[in-house]
Nanobody
Framework: QVQFVESGGGLVQPGGSLRLSCAAS????????MGWYRQAPGAQRELVAG???????NYATSVQGRFTISRDNTKNTLYLQMNSLKSEETAVYYC?????????WGQGTLVTVSS
């Protein structure tokens, strides 16, 4: 069974940092184009960062230069380092495959950016 379990969310002040983790089981994350998504209250889920099987990364314009996606193939885990967080980035963050396979969404991890 393919499953993604996100963790690392929490409450952080504007300008702060968090590192999210996504532990995958059932598939090797290195084989697929993987991504981090977020869904703010009342908004649609959006892709914020992706990493291809070849290791190329891509980011939404709004997070470019502040977020970094990476993976550890030995741990089969995806990461998202988030710096200089803004209040409008309060959302539930999810990881999933961007293409190549359809996997149910996990529970995500809540990031709250607030003073």
């Amino acid at each position: 069974q393919v499953q993604f379990v996100e963790s690392g969310g929490g409450l952080v002040q504007p300008g702060g940092s968090l590192r999210l983790s996504c532990a995958a089981s059932g598939i090797p994350v290195s084989f697929y184009h993987m991504g981090w998504y977020r869904q703010a209250p009342g908004a649609q889920r959006e892709l914020v960062a992706g990493i291809t099987s070849g290791g190329s990364t891509n980011y939404a314009t709004s997070v470019q230069g502040r977020f970094t996606i990476s993976r550890d193939n030995t741990k089969n885990t995806l990461y998202l380092q988030m710096n200089s967080l803004k209040s409008e980035e309060t959302a539930v963050y999810y990881c999933n495959a961007v293409s190549g396979i359809v996997v149910d969404w996990g529970q995500g991890t809540l990031v709250t950016v607030s003073s």
